[in-house]
């Protein structure tokens, strides 16, 4: 090889590392790209230098970790923005509900102190209409944060099929290349590693490299969303157990014409999707139910204490506020055609949860049937009685009540919501002043010791008055002008034959009492009417106001306190998940460290490279020049 021979390939080696350097320094600062250099070998039989290839710093190990620091800081970022949003509106001490409960109560403290006062009466209505208001305002607040994780939802599942089927043509490309070149362009496996990056900001997602070169990418349950050129897609479907509810469907087939199978929530996790999906799941159906629940209860049991009552005109109270109804589905991949409606068990306020419930039908055809119900914030399962004659399932405080059960199959799925949208509907029923039951619609004199007393809408129809008494035996006596209906802890109680026994509840024409304890000897009486109320009778004012203090939320809580403990919860999980945020995105932070220390363009060390790529230029045009004198010199000395 001559010395002519061996500058040349110098030249060349060195236009390719200066060429490799410019590249370099033109993609600073292009997202993606990864840094090249030359690498050069020395070619055979002393012949001078060849470029062998031009290499693309790239540590797979370390994007793999930075993909997936990636994955999941983009999913807590977007579920700290979402339930920063809840926190907010919870925790305004102007706009939230805490205050406005307290105006309510405090409004009946003042009607407790003149119930004949129009201004005390009045006082109550406004503030009632204002708390109303304002359970309607948070309810349409979280429904619209429902329907934008919808919207939100629909988005990403069109941006990740968009970069998934652009994963496959690049696949496609780089295939094609290796074919005809015998090795793929650095730059399309920069934009298909970006595109990889930005597919894990968006879902969590599994790359399986096949034989070094194709990338072939899964969902965590195994489900191919790329297999070499071919891509498969998502789509955003109903839930088929909930109408209101986007969740993510798998299409079947690479086609695009193959089943859309619902895929199980709890499988997306990772990116802006799996994060609105944890929100969603965990914190805002949560929080919606928690409002409802804290509607419902003060609702329920405020009609409850208002109907014990007797407004000016007479005339006993009525309930005082409405509710939304609890919602019920039938899900629909359901065999049978049976459907469901729901409705609040008024004799259960304590036992409503702010939980969901998933009934499964297990033996349709048994008598009674037999029925799974499922808490679906815990999973756990829930005791419940069915009533064969009227096809209602009851628990949890609602009455679940079926049409075309016969049509059921063994394993066909219900939903119920017994307490979701309840304060969506919630408003105050009276508006005339004279109808606040303000006096106690029931007079009770006796040494029987009883507690709990109350009275049906409608007590005191059949009779205005009642004379029980009780020996020690529990055998009962009632005398009234007409014969009574008597329950005992709700079944027909017969007191010829029948024996009460302490803790029973008994119900006499819709006035319901527990018995405490029975007489050490002889009998105790009770005598039972209806109240002449006076315009200055407050006994049921009284005891409206008094239900600030009692446990009424659940059966174990106040409505300040439960509203406090919403409030906490909220806080506490936007605290965590602003630490978990925090501590992740300076992981991600780290790792991108690494990646670029590795990858990426410093344009220091570009700049020396091209004085570095630049001499050694230089000095092998100076071998060429030295040749081309040595050339000149051989001939003129022949000549």
Partial sequence: ??????????????????????????????????????????????????????????????????????????????????????????????????????????????????????????????????????????????????????????????????????????????????????????????????????????????????????????????????????????????????????????????????????????????????????????????????????????????????????????????????LGKPNAYFNAENGGSASVEATFDLEGVSALKATDYSIKVTDAAATPPTFEVTRKDDGSLVDFEFEDTSDTLSFGGVNVVFTDFNTAQNGDRFEVQPVRRAAGGMDSNITDLDKIAAASLVEREGDLEISQLTAASGAFSANESYELSVDDTGKLTVTATTAATITKNGTVFDPATEFLAVGDTISIDGLSFTLDALPTAGEASLAISRSDASAGDNRNALSLQNMLAESIVGGSASVSGAYASIVSDVGNRTNIIQVNLDARQGLTDQLKAVQQSESGVSLDEEAANLIRFQQYYQANARVIDTASNIFDTILGLRS
């Fill in 1 to 322: 090889m001559s010395m002519f021979s061996i500058g040349l390939s110098g030249l060349n080696a060195a236009q390719n590392a200066l060429n490799t350097v410019s590249n370099n320094i033109s993609n600073v600062y292009t997202p993606g790209y990864n840094r090249e250099i030359t690498v050069l070998n020395e070619s055979n039989n002393n012949s001078g230098v060849r470029v062998a290839d031009i290499e693309r710093q790239y540590n797979t190990f370390v994007a793999a970790q930075l993909n997936n620091a990636k994955s999941q800081s983009s999913a807590l970022n977007v579920y700290s923005t979402q339930v920063t949003q809840i926190d907010n509106l919870l925790a305004d001490r102007e706009a939230g509900l805490a205050p406005l409960m307290q105006d309510f109560f405090s409004s009946l403290e003042d009607l407790a102190s003149a119930p004949s006062d129009p201004a005390s009466r009045q006082g109550v209505l406004g503030s009632a209409n204002t708390l109303s208001a304002q359970f309607r305002s948070f309810d349409g607040y979280l429904q619209d944060l429902q329907s934008g994780v919808n919207g939100q939802i629909k988005d990403e599942i069109t941006q990740i099929n968009n970069t998934t089927t652009q994963i496959a043509s690049i696949n496609r490309e780089i295939s094609l290349a290796r074919a005809q070149l015998g090795e793929a362009p650095n730059s399309l496996l920069n934009q298909r590693d970006q595109m990889i990056s930005e597919l894990n900001e968006r879902m969590d997602i599994r790359l399986n490299i096949q034989d070094g070169k194709t990338y072939n990418l899964t969902l965590p349950n195994g489900q191919p969303l790329v297999t070499g050129d071919t891509a498969y897609k998502l789509e955003a479907i109903e839930s088929p157990s909930d109408p209101q509810r986007v969740i993510v469907g798998y299409r079947e087939g690479s086609q695009g014409n193959g089943n859309v199978v619902a895929l199980d929530e709890g499988l997306i996790s990772g990116g802006a999707l799996g994060g609105l999906m944890s929100f969603r799941s965990e914190t805002l159906d949560k929080t919606q139910n928690q409002i409802g629940q804290l509607a419902t209860s003060l609702a329920l049991s405020f009609n409850e204490q208002h109907q014990q009552g007797v407004d000016l005109q007479g005339d006993q109270g009525e309930a005082f506020f409405s």
